[in-house]
């Protein structure tokens, strides 16, 4: 048991997580400029590079797959300190073109039991212009991925939600690494995903299309982990058809309660589901999706990651890098060394060279 969860956790989840996590980005927006402060965190929480565990995709080149998910850092405030705990790649927001307050609280409740997180923040942010100045004025090694939306309004819709759409994903792109294009998050208040409606997604992808080459940036679409196999087709047929999208982001959050062994008690308290209980929903997703696009897009696995077995299990069903943020909140930073660590262990143990080698393995037998 390490010092996190002994001590430091439980004097945290002693206070409401929404409180937690306002105080976690002010403290380190306050330190992060403090180069002590970053060369600690370095030396607590960073892993060592290891070459079996590098990963090159879309031209850029990763030093280990573990990254951290959007929804932590909504606004770019603490990137320069993300990048030292040492995230392979650092995903900010949902940005969205107009800021945006949350949804009535609360935004964030723990499930000790399952492990989890009922998330309902609603694409709270600031904007992206400010979130660009942001972006700007920070300092860092990694990849930087921005995660886009539109904003939470349900006056929003049809091609207005396109333009909305577009507006952020032009504004942030020259100041990011990759786009990752959020049709799926499950907390808005249309209760409208544009991953389930073909119409307004293959608007969507038209749109972008026309603006492709105007943007230098990978894109990237993320989608949900309780869609169905046949809904999975679909989209990556609309994909393939406008050869404007780099690859996917699997999976957002899930709506399904029935995972949760105490759904009855938290049943009245909106949010989408993270953390344990949708490692295996998120990790078939991952699997069909590769299946879906047999290999021809990368694919970032996010859902229940936990350790490194965990890790593994979406590589090997298809994705190249991993995304953690529910299983920091309860594991601490030191999660992102122990997942490193296991990895490298497990990808020697089934006599691999490199994590290169086992990315579909299980999906190509």
Not at 1 to 29: A, E, N
Not at 149 to 160: L, S, V
Not at 216 to 221: D, E, F, M, Q, V
Not at 245 to 256: C, K, M, Q
Request: charged share 25%; hydrophobic share 40%; aromatic share 8%.
């Amino acid at each position: 048991m390490s010092l996190y969860t002994h001590i430091i956790r439980p004097v945290l989840f002693l206070f409401h997580p929404d409180y937690i996590h306002s105080i976690c980005i002010q403290i380190g927006k306050r330190f992060q400029s403090w180069s002590l402060v970053r060369h600690i965190a370095q030396y607590l929480w960073a892993p060592k590079k290891d070459p079996s565990l590098e990963v090159s995709l879309w031209g850029k080149t990763f030093s280990h797959p573990i990254g951290l998910a959007a929804g932590f850092d909504k606004n770019g405030d603490i990137i320069e300190l993300l990048d030292a705990v040492g995230f392979g790649h650092i995903e900010i927001g949902a940005i969205t073109a107009r800021a945006y307050k949350g949804n009535p609280r609360p935004w964030t409740t723990r499930i000790k039991k399952d492990k989890s997180l009922l998330v309902n923040y609603g694409l709270k942010n600031k904007g992206v212009d400010s979130i660009v100045k942001n972006i700007e004025k920070s300092s860092y090694s990694v990849p930087l991925i921005a995660n886009v939306a539109k904003t939470n309004d349900p006056h929003i819709q049809g091609e207005e939600t396109v333009r909305e759409y577009i507006s952020a994903i032009e504004k942030v792109a020259p100041f990011v690494d990759i786009i990752d294009i959020n049709i799926s998050c499950p907390n808005t208040g249309d209760k409208m995903l544009v991953c389930e409606d073909m119409e307004l997604l293959e608007m969507l992808l038209s749109r972008i299309a026309a603006i492709r080459s105007d943007i230098a940036s990978p894109l990237l679409l993320k989608i949900k982990p309780d869609i169905s196999g046949e809904m999975v087709g679909k989209i990556v047929r609309l994909v393939d058809q406008y050869n404007c999208i780099d690859g996917f982001v699997a999976t957002n959050l899930s709506r399904n309660r029935n995972l949760l062994s105490q759904k009855d008690r938290v049943a009245d308290i909106p949010g989408g589901i993270s953390g344990k209980p949708i490692t295996a929903d998120a990790t078939e997703m991952i699997r069909i999706l590769y299946q879906h696009t047999q290999g021809r897009y990368p694919i970032i696995g996010c859902g229940g990651v936990w350790d490194g077995k965990d890790a593994y299990e979406k590589i090997r069903a298809g994705a190249s890098l991993i995304q953690v943020l529910t299983g920091c909140i309860y594991e601490g930073p030191g999660i992102i060394k122990k997942i490193h660590k296991e990895l490298k262990e497990l990808i020697k143990q089934d006599g691999y060279q490199s994590i290169q080698d086992v990315i579909g393995i299980d999906v190509k037998k």
